[in-house]
């Protein structure tokens, strides 16, 4: 799988948890991803946005 792909996929995952309230490991199951790889990205995310408000 692309980066672009999972990209969107770990997106999508967070959105739907955010608005949803659907957990997180049903969607990275239904998804196939590890659970661990969406935390992985989105705490990588949180890091970025953080360091660009500085």
Do not use: H, P
Not at 22 to 38: E, H, R, T
Request: charged share 35%; net charge positive; aromatic share 12%.
């Amino acid at each position: 799988m692309r980066k672009i792909d999972r990209c969107r996929i770990y997106l999508a995952i967070d959105e739907l948890y955010q608005e949803k309230g659907i957990s997180v490991s049903l969607l990275c199951k239904f998804a196939n991803i590890c659970k661990q790889a969406y935390y992985k990205w989105k705490t990588k995310k949180i890091k970025q946005l953080k360091s660009f408000r500085i």
